[in-house]
């Protein structure tokens, strides 16, 4: 697999997360952020169809704001599935409660979809990783939400921060869970081009 940071020395990204901006950066890549916003409502169930369809419309609409602009873009969405039910982000501290109490000895599936405008064409997909959770009682919750960390986080929690005390493991990439699957991203940008 050939290092990331090769193959998209300088991006933008079509995103206003700065988990996404810095894992970028942590490798060497100047970042430039837009961050789109468009409607996130989607009509499609499979999480992974969700994210995927929600990271292409993320970049057609930088792509229709900007429609001149000489380096890659790179757009993503996150979403959480557990027990059949997608979770989004909490719209309160008491939501946020509810999502990590039911996150509690369970294990949810991470799906990080993503598209990227590269060399005039448009690449995507989407990777999944699975968090397995400790058993979660109400004070360790409570001292984790006291953080403000589960605002504005897909199921209330990001893995860099003081949230990985909550979780026993991770299956798959890390950076999925973060929200940008850079493991699939550079498998395939390092595959020859089909003739």
């Not at 409660?97 to 997909?125: N, P, R």
Request: charged share 20%; with cysteine.
């Amino acid at each position: 697999m050939q290092d990331i940071r090769f193959l998209l020395p300088k991006i933008i990204l079509a995103s206003g997360s700065p988990a996404r901006k810095a894992l970028l950066e942590e490798l060497g890549i100047e970042v430039q952020v837009f961050a789109t916003n468009c409607d996130e409502s989607c009509q499609l169930v499979d999480p992974s169809q969700v994210v995927r369809s929600l990271a292409i419309r993320k970049l057609d609409n930088y792509r229709m704001i900007h429609p001149k602009y000489h380096l890659p873009v790179l757009a993503c969405d996150t979403l959480i599935a557990l027990d059949g039910n997608l979770i989004g982000k909490p719209q309160s501290r008491e939501e946020a409660f509810m999502q990590l109490s039911s996150f509690s000895t369970k294990v949810q599936e991470v799906h990080s979809g993503w598209a990227l405008w590269y060399k005039d064409e448009e690449i995507c997909g989407c990777d999944c990783a699975l968090v397995h959770f400790k058993s979660l009682d109400e004070k360790t919750i409570e001292a984790y939400l006291d953080t403000n960390q589960w605002q504005g986080a897909a199921g209330s929690y990001r893995i860099q921060g003081s949230a990985r005390s909550l979780i026993d493991h991770i299956e798959g990439d890390v950076a999925t869970v973060i929200g940008l699957p850079l493991l699939q991203i550079s498998e395939i940008l390092s595959k020859p081009v089909q003739q």
